[in-house]
């Protein structure tokens, strides 16, 4: 059994900073370093799209909505995958959650989501 649970979403208003965690446990536990890791986001009404990506390797991508603002990082001694976001824009609020993935292995994880909202 795999888990991921994500942490620190919560209310923030316009220009502020919030730090999403996503720790990850079970079988996953000492193959962590494989997966490739991401954050997606749902607003409502709206489909879910995939905000950061962080490879195995460590390489990173991102949605060019969250470019320069939005930081993703992975600690696999720890298990987990964090979510920096800075300037954040009432656009931003959706729930977000996060995914791990291994196509070899034919895994696919997904935790339950946090709500983020950006209001004043």
């Known amino acids: 059994q795999v888990q991921l649970v994500e942490s620190g979403g919560g209310l923030v208003q316009p220009g502020g900073s919030l730090r999403l965690s996503c720790a990850a446990s079970g079988s996953i536990f000492r193959v962590f370093r494989v997966y490739d890791l991401g954050w997606y986001r749902q607003a409502p009404g709206k489909q879910r799209e995939l905000v950061a990506f962080i490879a195995s390797t460590g390489s990173t991508n991102y949605v060019d909505s969250v470019k320069g603002r939005f930081t993703i990082s992975r600690d696999n001694a720890k298990n987990t995958v964090d979510l920096q976001m800075n300037s954040l824009k009432p656009e931003d609020t959706a729930v977000y959650y996060c995914?791990?993935?291994?196509?070899?292995?034919?895994?696919?994880?997904w935790g339950q989501g946090t709500q983020v909202t950006v209001s004043s």
């Open positions: 995914n791990a993935n291994n196509d070899f292995m034919h895994t696919d994880y």
